[in-house]
């Protein structure tokens, strides 16, 4: 339950990105009656329609929430294609098509990069006992010369631990 308020503490901020009243308690509604799909379908469209621009960290906070919902696959595009903001470019970089890398019975695949420290967080996806296809299983984040730090989807905050994993070392006062 902490997890799934926490979350939306986040929701509340990023709907808040939005110029207008009626667009932030569009978006909030959407949370308050658990439609996060649609809301966070109206907050990526808005977003980009009114060229809100976003900092790296928020546009990585955006990619999590999305993943979160299982909707990062229909709005990777328009999350990576969100507006910079160039007064605060933030440490973290989103990439909507990294190929995969093979690893074992899993497939990782590149999504969220630190630029300070080279830091990547990766999607990891789990060969099906058949083989033909992969599943979502979780999250690493990786650093040349480091463990490799997991994080297992079945933890309801898996996704917001990897991306504090990425973020946190490099993380300085202004970065959102």
Not at 149 to 165: C, G, H, K, S
Request: hydrophobic content about 40%; overall charge negative; proline content about 7%.
């Amino acid at each position: 339950m902490a997890a799934y308020a926490a979350e939306g503490r986040v929701w509340t901020r990023l709907a808040g990105l939005l110029p207008s009243p009626e667009d932030v308690e569009l978006v909030q509604d959407c949370w308050d009656i658990g439609e996060q799909e649609g809301g966070l379908w109206q907050l990526v469209e808005k977003l980009l329609a009114q060229g809100v621009r976003v900092d790296g960290c928020t546009r990585a906070e955006i990619a999590a929430m999305a993943v979160q919902w299982d909707v990062w696959d229909q709005h990777r595009h328009d999350i990576v294609a969100l507006p910079d903001d160039p007064a605060r470019p933030g440490p973290l970089r989103v990439y909507a098509d990294m190929e995969p890398v093979e690893e074992g019975d899993r497939l990782l695949v590149p999504w969220i990069r630190c630029t300070r420290c080279d830091r990547i967080l990766s999607r990891s996806h789990e060969r099906t006992s058949w083989g033909m296809l992969h599943y979502p299983s979780g999250y690493l984040v990786t650093l040349r010369g480091e463990a490799p730090l997991e994080f297992d989807n079945e933890e309801p905050d898996a996704v917001w631990a990897a991306l504090a994993a990425v973020s946190a070392p490099c993380r300085v006062p202004g970065d959102d």
